[in-house]
């Protein structure tokens, strides 16, 4: 198993540095940069890349509309001093050959130095970190929640597989996986939040104004009452695929040849299901949970956080690929994809511990 990790840890290596390369390449292709942000915000084009995209202009400039632009690659730079737009260039590292660049960047990402916003006078790992309270709540309590309901459901499902209880519980689970999340969202702002019925949950934030002078109790219920309607808006596709997948899973088993002989021995039914189904049937489920827990973690819906006012991970990355803010798009793929590495590793790890039987090592050397 050592062997195993040691070529998992040196495979990454590449991997990261292939996503890193593919992604800077396409940057360099994507219009309105940086320096375009800020010539436009100058010239009074704009102060932001929605404009230009939504407009679908591109960032080398015209003739028709400054004038000469013969003086500057990029538009609306008539009238600017070049050597302003080169000390622009400068600040933003743009005055070097892209190959350096990237080596640049990679260099520092090694290292854990992710550097500072362009737009936001921060650095990118303060950023990130201000960020994680609303992924940390979004996504723990939605895999808490579809692990806790989804595994009972699932194994009820598979003990009474097509009976009356099995067919309308799969029909709520297929209409819940079905309906997008945003929507759900909206409904229950119109009823819930305010819109036309009841105003019975806040719209906005984590917490209330007055959060730091409540009581811990009174604390407590604040979060989770600011939480629930997020929380029920995400949460039904993860709970219909846990549900399902548990389900499957569990008939899967039922149906071996071991279950029959332990029947066969006298044992009852749940002991039958409790002492040797559980484990086996459990084994996909546990070993994806490392995945599921970074996946609800980092993953939350740009959507959500916009209908329910939350500035999360989601919103950030929205927000810095639109105004083209590369160190906080580039730190954030690398941290990603970093941890995806890795829990990917943690996951193939898991399966050994759950079952011992499962040996990496000799499917390699095989």
Do not use: C
Request: charged share 15%; net charge negative; hydrophobic share 50%.
């Amino acid at each position: 198993m050592g062997g195993y990790i040691l070529r998992r840890l040196l495979l990454m290596i590449p991997t990261i540095i292939g996503i890193m390369a593919i992604s800077f390449a396409v940057i360099q292709f994507a219009p309105g940069g940086p320096v375009e942000q800020v010539i436009a915000q100058l010239t009074g084009q704009g102060d932001s890349a929605i404009d230009r995209i939504a407009g679908g202009g591109d960032t080398v400039g015209s003739a028709q509309e400054f004038g000469d632009s013969s003086s500057s690659q990029y538009r609306g730079a008539q009238g600017l001093d070049p050597e302003f737009i080169k000390k622009l260039e400068a600040q933003f590292g743009f005055d070097k050959p892209p190959l350096e660049r990237f080596l640049s960047m990679m260099w520092d990402y090694i290292r854990f130095d992710f550097g500072e916003s362009y737009f936001r006078s921060v650095s990118v790992l303060d950023l990130i970190i201000e960020k994680l309270p609303v992924s940390i709540s979004l996504g723990v309590w939605i895999l808490l929640l579809s692990y806790i309901i989804s595994i009972p459901l699932g194994i009820k499902k598979a003990v009474t597989d097509g009976s009356r209880f099995d067919v309308w519980t799969s029909g709520l689970i297929i209409v819940a996986y079905a309906v997008p999340g945003f929507l759900v969202g909206i409904l229950l702002i119109v009823m819930f939040a305010g819109g036309s019925f009841f105003d019975w949950f806040p719209l906005r934030g984590l917490t209330s104004d007055n959060f730091a002078e409540l009581s811990l109790f009174g604390k407590i219920v604040d979060y989770f009452w600011h939480l629930a309607l997020p929380l029920i808006s995400l949460s039904l596709a993860a709970f219909a695929t846990t549900t399902l997948l548990t389900k499957n899973s569990f008939i899967d088993e039922i149906r071996k040849q071991y279950v029959t002989t332990a029947r066969a021995k006298g044992l009852t039914e749940s002991q039958v299901l409790y002492r040797h189904v559980f484990r086996n049937a459990m084994l996909i489920i546990i070993a994806g949970f490392p995945g599921a827990f970074i996946s609800a973690f980092f993953s939350g819906s740009l959507l959500i956080e916009t209908i329910f006012s939350l500035d999360g991970l989601g919103r950030l990355g929205f927000e810095s690929v639109i105004r083209r803010d590369y160190p906080v798009v580039f730190a954030t793929l690398f941290i990603f994809s970093l941890m995806g590495l890795v829990v990917g590793l943690i996951s193939d790890l898991v399966y050994t511990w759950v079952d011992p039987r499962i040996d990496f090592e000799k499917r390699d050397v095989g």
